[in-house]
């Protein structure tokens, strides 16, 4: 059954334990608990699901002193003892799906019928990595006549993982599975407004067999846990999803040590529709790519930029169809649209409404509040937007989607590129060689042409601009959490300069 009421009965039987005795870190294989705590509250009806203990830089310290004991042994095991261990991590995760779905729903708001399947993505991220690990290592041999270069691949060492609160448990086996695979350990830093999944996902791991110290749990505000993390001197790299502001703050309190950063960051990703395409598709995707998830969604089309010959009538469509998208308790399977995350996002987002009212632009669809309780948002579209306006140029990173109309494809792709971000873009046009041409000029680390978003695991995902350093995914990730080293050896026959002969 899944059902409102079974659902309920369910979490409940789940959440007893935390209720009880908290949300603790896991560091070296040990449960810890703070010197103080801190509240996470569902987005539902702000009701207290847990406290959680609040590390500190002495917490991390900790952590990262585990992850650096653990480091040596598990960087020697094979390939294929790590494969196996990872399986068993997804093994755990697929017979915990359920749970992680549901309590992802009440942390998050995120909606049962998007977090049952986020879940299992989680478990396919772990498979897909643990198939790599055998191979992690390989090189190259390339020999030139005096020497033979032999490279291979080395984990860089104990490294940071920091997450953002939106579908956080999917995002962190993301960066945590090909971290283990590539031979690294871990520190996690989840967002502080989500902290119940990254717990189930340390669990998993230890009871998968990970041995202690390879992985380790530290929940805790930015400024504190996330600061000390990307500023201790034992950790090599951090892997970052965020905001790209903070990603910033992070390049920051990295360079005195020097780590390595690979940030996946925001976004103001354009959906573009030309009046060739297939409409009908092309409004199915479009409303998805922005209004499922709640809009918290890095990839999300918050811009429709659409052409002008069409405009009205797919406004039309739109407004239609976004009216209808049903609002609810993220547990319920019917819901499409959940609250958003907290007061503050709420207010975040609230305020783009006003400020999109101000700026000139068409409010169509929503843009208040549902209920009294929780942060419900109705589902909000604003048309004839001008590419200038903030509505238009800010992510807003709700179920918040603003129009923009165009003449032609020179002034679409201006508009397009028009921003600070570039992480993806979507392109609907039946013209084959304006969707290569389109495509080639389009700024964006990640483009689909008469598609929503479909992530196929072996692609590079990450962004340009203010959206991101590095790439995910397949190889490009063991190029982040590795090192490469050459040995070059010499055939014994080549002249050596003397110098003082
Ligand atoms: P955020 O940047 O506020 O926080 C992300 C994490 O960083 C949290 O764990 C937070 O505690 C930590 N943090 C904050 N300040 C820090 C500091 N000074 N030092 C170290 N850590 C610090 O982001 P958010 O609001 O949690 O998440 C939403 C953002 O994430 C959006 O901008 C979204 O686009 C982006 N995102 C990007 C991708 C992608 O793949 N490009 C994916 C998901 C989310």
């Not at 399986?87 to 549901?102: F, K, N, Q, S, V």
């Not at 993301?174 to 717990?199: D, M, N, Q, Y």
């Not at 041995?211 to 950790?235: F, K, Q, S």
């Not at 309780?373 to 140029?393: K, N, S």
Request: proline share 5%.
């Amino acid at each position: 059954m899944t059902d409102l009421a079974t659902h309920q009965a369910k979490l409940a039987g789940h959440l007893a334990r935390f209720r009880a005795g908290g949300i603790l870190n896991l560091i070296d294989g040990q449960d810890v608990a703070g010197q103080d705590w801190f509240e996470t509250r569902s987005p539902v009806d702000e009701s207290l699901i847990a406290r959680v203990a609040l590390g500190t830089a002495e917490t991390v310290d900790r952590a990262a002193q585990a992850a650096t004991a653990a480091f040596q042994a598990w960087a020697s095991l094979p390939g294929t003892a790590r494969k196996a261990i990872l399986h068993r991590i997804a093994d755990g995760i697929e017979a915990r799906a359920e749970e992680i779905a549901l309590c992802e729903c009440w942390d998050t708001g995120q909606a049962w019928r998007f977090m049952s399947k986020a879940a299992l993505r989680g478990a396919e991220n772990f498979r897909f990595f643990a198939d790599l690990a055998p191979g992690a290592r390989d090189g190259k041999s390339l020999p030139t006549p005096d020497h033979l270069n032999v490279n291979s691949r080395h984990p860089i060492g104990p490294v940071g993982v920091i997450t953002p609160w939106n579908t956080p448990f999917m995002l962190s086996t993301w960066k945590i599975a090909p971290a283990l695979a590539a031979g690294c350990t871990v520190v996690h830093k989840p967002a502080e407004f989500s902290p119940l999944t990254a717990r189930l996902l340390a669990e998993i791991c230890h009871e998968a067999g990970l041995p202690p110290g390879v992985l380790n749990l530290v929940n805790g505000m930015g400024e504190g846990a996330g600061r000390a993390l990307t500023e201790h001197p034992d950790i090599r790299a951090i892997a970052f999803v965020g905001e790209s502001r903070t990603g910033s703050a992070i390049m920051r309190q990295g360079a005195e040590t020097l780590k390595r950063v690979h940030f996946e960051l925001g976004g103001k990703n354009p959906v573009i529709v030309f009046d060739d395409a297939d409409l009908d598709r092309a409004l199915d995707a479009a409303i998805f790519m922005i209004y499922s998830l709640n809009g918290e969604r890095c990839t999300s089309s918050s811009r429709l930029l659409v052409q002008d010959s069409i405009a009205d009538s797919f406004h039309a469509r739109l407004v239609e169809r976004v009216n209808r998208i049903r609002v609810g308790h993220p547990l319920d399977p019917a819901t499409e649209v959940g609250p958003l995350i907290h007061e503050t996002h709420f207010d975040k987002v609230a305020s783009y409404v006003a400020l999109g009212q101000a700026e000139g632009a068409t409010l169509a669809a929503g843009g208040t509040r549902v209920g009294e309780t929780g942060w419900f948002l109705r589902p909000t579209l604003f048309t004839e937007a001008r590419p200038d306006m903030r509505i238009a140029q800010e992510e807003v990173f709700g179920p918040f989607l603003t129009s923009i109309r165009f003449k032609d494809e020179a002034e679409a792709l201006s508009i397009a590129n028009g921003v600070a971000y570039g992480l993806t873009g979507y392109v609907w046009t039946n013209d084959l060689t304006r969707a290569l041409r389109f495509s080639d000029r389009l700024e964006a680390g990640m483009i689909w042409v008469n598609s929503e978003n479909v992530r196929h695991l072996p692609t590079p995902f990450g962004g340009v601009k203010a959206s991101g350093i590095g790439r995910d995914g397949g190889d490009w990730s063991f190029e982040f959490y590795m090192e490469q080293k050459n040995v070059a050896f010499a055939l014994g026959s080549h002249k050596i300069p003397r110098l003082g002969v």
